[in-house]
Each structure stands twice: as structure tokens, then as C-alpha cells.
């Protein structure tokens, strides 16, 4: 079965300091997507970064970094200087295919993050 | 921005009454999904879609139905609320082929008293 775990409920972090927030994912399919959402306290859900299972090299957007590590099955995402703005809920996600051949997204459970001026 | 967008906004219904959800996407995408929000649960699939009356369940469907009868609609249902049904729904399409991230509509705070 897929599954998605974040084991940090909530960090913090200084203004204009990096921070990785943890996820780590099982599953036994060797295609599958790695994705980071961002929901702020307004509540809808943002799309940060992906990385697809067969990608290589991390996947980075701006300040946003995927540290994708596959035989650990760990894909963390690092953000570099903190901004006040990043201070909001963050979900890892996997796409995959299901035992029919259709697909789905799971989430894990989420990390609040705060950034502190 | 995906266009998606799901009505109502927010709604307060009372145990017992049946209530339904609509999905609406102006992007042709194949899946549309349905998730439920809860502290502690992050999101949790309750059921998607892979096409036009073509619908699977996910890890919470108990209580829930949908329905697609054309692409860009797609309808959650509870059938007779229950407290334990009050939650953030958020809807979500993506595309078929690829691997591509999912667009989420706006969410519908349901309250069940």
C-alpha cells in the first residue's frame, strides 16, 4: 500500500534561514510522483515542486528544493532564506497508480511551519 | 489558474439531511478527485473519478457517494450527514498522462449540527 509520512507536526524557523521538512513515502510501484503543496492560513492548497520517481537530479523552483533520496524513499523539501510568507501548512504528496491502473494522490498528515522575524 | 471551483463555500446542514457538493472544472482534465480535511489527518481520498461515470472509491468513502455524468462536474454526496462528516472538503482534477500535480478548488467548509 502507498503511504505517506511526515513526522514533524510543527517546526520553526528564523527569518532568512533554511529549513527542510520531512517526508518520507512507501511504495512497491517503480513509477510514481513526489509533490510539495502549501496551504496558508486563508486555506487553499498551492503547488510547490514535483519530482517524478525517474528524475535524477533534485527538483528546485526559486527558493524551493525537493531532496529527493529513492533508496531511503525520503523526499524533503528544503526552503532557503525563510520569508514571514512561508509561515503557513505543508503537505507531501504521492501520485501513483492503483491495483486497477487508474491514479490517485495520497497526503501525508502535514508540517505547520512558522517563520519568526 | 485552474479553473475549478466548488459550490457551496460554506454550508451548515443538520444530522440527518442529505447534502451535496458540486465540482466544476472548465479544463477538460480526466481525474477529479475528492478529499477531506482534518487536524491531525492532513487530506484523505474519498473518492475520484477517471472519466465520465467512471468512479473508484479511496480510503474514506463510507457515508460518501459521487456521481460524473459529464467531465466537468463532479459530485460528492452525503447521503444523511453525520457529525463526524464535518470537515474542509477539497475537490482536485489533474491530468491523464504524466506526472503532473493536481489543482485544487477553494475547499467547502461543511458543518453538520
Known amino acids: 500500500a502507498q503511504k505517506i509520512t511526515q513526522t514533524q507536526p510543527g517546526m520553526f524557523v528564523q527569518e532568512k534561514e533554511a529549513v527542510t521538512l520531512d517526508c518520507t513515502y512507501d511504495t512497491s510501484d517503480q513509477s510514481y510522483g513526489l509533490f510539495w503543496y502549501k496551504q496558508p492560513s486563508s486555506g487553499e492548497m498551492i503547488f510547490l515542486i514535483y519530482?517524478?520517481?525517474?528524475?535524477?537530479q533534485n527538483a528546485t523552483e526559486g527558493r524551493y528544493s525537493l531532496n529527493f533520496q529513492k533508496a531511503r524513499k525520503s523526499a524533503n523539501l528544503v526552503i532557503s532564506a525563510s520569508q514571514l510568507g512561508d509561515s503557513a501548512m505543508y503537505f507531501c504528496?504521492?501520485?501513483?497508480?492503483?491495483?486497477?491502473?487508474?491514479?490517485?494522490?495520497?497526503f501525508g498528515t502535514g508540517t505547520r511551519l512558522k517563520v519568526l522575524a | 489558474d485552474a479553473g475549478i471551483t466548488q459550490s457551496p463555500r460554506h454550508k451548515v446542514t443538520e444530522t440527518g439531511t442529505p447534502v451535496t457538493l458540486r465540482c466544476h472544472q472548465t479544463e477538460n482534465h480526466r481525474y477529479m478527485y475528492w478529499y477531506r480535511q482534518d487536524p491531525g489527518h492532513g487530506l484523505r481520498l474519498i473518492h475520484y473519478?477517471?472519466?465520465?461515470?467512471?468512479?473508484d472509491k479511496g480510503e474514506v468513502s463510507d457515508g460518501y457517494s459521487v456521481s460524473r455524468s459529464k467531465t466537468e462536474d463532479f459530485l460528492l454526496t452525503l447521503e444523511s450527514a453525520t457529525s463526524s462528516q464535518t470537515s474542509v472538503y477539497f475537490c482536485?482534477?489533474?491530468?491523464?498522462?504524466?506526472?503532473?500535480?493536481?489543482?485544487f478548488g477553494q475547499g467547502t467548509r461543511l458543518t453538520v449540527v
Open positions: 519530482q517524478g520517481s525517474y528524475d535524477e
Open positions: 482536485a482534477i489533474s491530468e491523464y498522462r504524466g506526472i503532473t500535480e493536481a489543482f
Open positions: 473519478s477517471y472519466g465520465v461515470k467512471d468512479t
Open positions: 504528496a504521492m501520485r501513483g497508480p492503483t491495483t486497477s491502473g487508474t491514479y490517485k494522490y495520497i
